[in-house]
Antibody
Framework: QVQLQESGPGLVKPSGTLSLTCAVS?????????WSWVRQPPGKGLEWIGE???????NYNPSLKSRVTISVDKSKNQFSLKLSSVTAADTAVYYC????????????????WGQGTMVTVSS | AIRMTQSPSSLSASTGDRVTITCRAS??????LAWYQQKPGKAPKLLIY???TLQSGVPSRFSGSGSGTDFTLTISCLQSEDFATYYC?????????FGQGTKVEIK
């Protein structure tokens, strides 16, 4: 079965760029699904960051769009997140997740999640 | 953005209780709604999609209902493993948004 695993630095300096990768195993990133990033600040709720399709099409959270880039590497079966100009407000657990596309659009959902990785923005 | 508002933000209940959580969308989203359960230190787990369809492997004590702007998640007989935080999420818009969460605590 498909599994997701996030990796990347756990500490990023203010004004720097946060970079994370999500490795997809047990299935192909070229399957008909969107691949997403979701974050959760400590003690707070979930915030969708953006998503990518294997074709390279992307959608981003408008509030983060100017700072976010999501890319896909089909040869490595992984996708990545870059968030620039980070501040303490970007400190969060970052999850990668599969947004499964069902037979009907109503049957879509985030059905598989990575375990999450904590990223702290601090000097 | 479509705003999702859950109520209550937290509740205390006992094992065996029937629990209902409400989620309201700021505009109509048809049945493009999912519910997730999250335990401390863990990733969210999909419970229900399409407002009322139970994800494979999820116990039948969980159920969802609603359409348009008003939705509910019901746990018919609360078990010890159900104490967690629950989130609703809309996918009517490409800009997916979550409710703020409802924490179910032990009374």
């Amino acid at each position: 079965q498909v599994q997701l695993q996030e990796s990347g630095p756990g500490l990023v300096k203010p004004s720097g760029t946060l970079s994370l990768t999500c490795a997809v195993s047990g299935g192909s990133i070229s399957s008909s699904n969107w691949w997403s990033w979701v974050r959760q600040p400590p003690g707070k709720g979930l915030e969708w960051i953006g998503e990518i399709y294997h074709s390279g099409s992307t959608n981003y959270n408008p509030s983060l769009k100017s700072r976010v880039t999501i890319s896909v590497d089909k040869s490595k079966n992984q996708f990545s997140l870059k968030l620039s100009s980070v501040t303490a407000a970007d400190t969060a657990v970052y999850y990668c997740a599969r947004f499964y596309l069902g037979e009907l659009s109503t049957t879509d959902a985030f059905d598989i999640w990575g375990q999450g990785t904590m990223v702290t923005v601090s000097s | 953005a479509i705003r999702m508002t859950q109520s209550p933000s937290s509740l205390s209940a006992s094992t065996g209780d029937r629990v209902t959580i409400t989620c309201r969308a700021s505009q109509g989203i048809s049945s493009y709604l999912a519910w997730y359960q999250q335990k401390p230190g863990k990733a969210p787990k999909l419970l229900i999609y399409a407002a009322s369809t139970l994800q494979s492997g999820v116990p039948s004590r969980f159920s969802g209902s609603g359409s348009g702007t008003d939705f509910t998640l019901t746990i018919s007989c609360l078990q010890s493993e159900d104490f967690a935080t629950y989130y609703c999420q809309q996918y009517y818009s490409y800009f997916k948004t979550f409710g703020q969460g409802t924490k179910v605590e032990i009374k």
